[in-house]
T-cell receptor, first 111, second 113 residues
Framework: KAGVTQTPRYLIKTRGQQVTLSCSPI?????VSWYQQTPGQGLQFLFE???????NKGNFPGRFSGRQFSNSRSEMNVSTLELGDSALYLC??????????FGSGTQLSVL | GIQVEQSPPDLILQEGANSTLRCNFS?????LQWFHQNPWGQLINLFYIPSGTKQNGRLSATTVATERYSLLYISSSQTTDSGVYFC???????????????FGSGTQLTVLP
């Protein structure tokens, strides 16, 4: 099976812009979750989707949003970018229980 | 929320040495996973181990759920073992079966040739 695919691998944006990141889960996995990794805060949970429904959301402002499509692919969007949004954004897919499998991430730099 | 503490934060070894990484968590959990983050940023799942002991080659892990800790053992370390090792725990949320991991801050392992 192909692994979790995240695109793009790198992004450079300026403050105030918005960005959309994409994640294609492992075939058959219906749960997709997103994490932000920064040197200061470590790995933090953003949100989780299952069958196109957001089931859980972490402690992030409303500028961070996401969605999941009927084929389980997911996107996350960050609007009005701030310098502090610079991070590695990781997507994970999983079955209902068991291991989570992560993609290679999208490195976002906000200038 | 649940707290996850990993120790040591940094570890430097000579190739061939053994090491033990520890993960303590503050509350009961449904599952626990160990990950290795490679230099390109990808998190590689090493073990899914809510309790008991598992082995995979030179790596093994033990979780004692009743005492709220897990150990990751690396034997005969190699330079390719270098990287950051994360412990992550999961417990049922108020949303029921939503999947959400809480990560520790990691152990940075450096294996010298």
């Amino acid at each position: 099976k192909a692994g979790v695919t995240q695109t793009p691998r790198y992004l450079i944006k300026t403050r105030g812009q918005q960005v959309t990141l994409s994640c294609s889960p492992i075939s058959g996995h219906r749960s997709v979750s997103w994490y932000q990794q920064t040197p200061g805060q470590g790995l933090q949970f953003l949100f989780e989707y299952f069958s196109e429904t957001q089931r859980n959301k972490g402690n992030f402002p409303g500028r961070f949003s996401g969605r999941q499509f009927s084929n389980s692919r997911s996107e996350m969007n960050v609007s009005t970018l701030e310098l502090g949004d610079s991070a590695l954004y990781l997507c994970a897919s999983s079955p209902r229980e068991g291991k989570l499998f992560f993609g290679s991430g999208t490195q976002l730099s906000v200038l | 929320g649940i707290q996850v503490e990993q120790s040591p934060p940094d570890l430097i070894l000579q190739e061939g040495a053994n090491s033990t990484l520890r993960c303590n968590f503050s509350d009961s959990v449904n599952n626990l996973q160990w990950f290795h983050q490679n230099p390109w940023g990808q998190l590689i799942n090493l073990f899914y181990i809510p309790s008991g002991t598992k082995q995979n080659g030179r790596l093994s892990a033990t979780t004692v759920a009743t005492e709220r800790y897990s150990l990751l053992y690396i034997s005969s370390s190699q330079t390719t073992d270098s990287g950051v090792y994360f412990c992550a725990v999961e417990r049922s949320s108020s949303s029921g079966s939503a999947r959400q991991l809480t990560f520790g801050s990691g152990t940075q392992l450096t294996v010298l040739p």
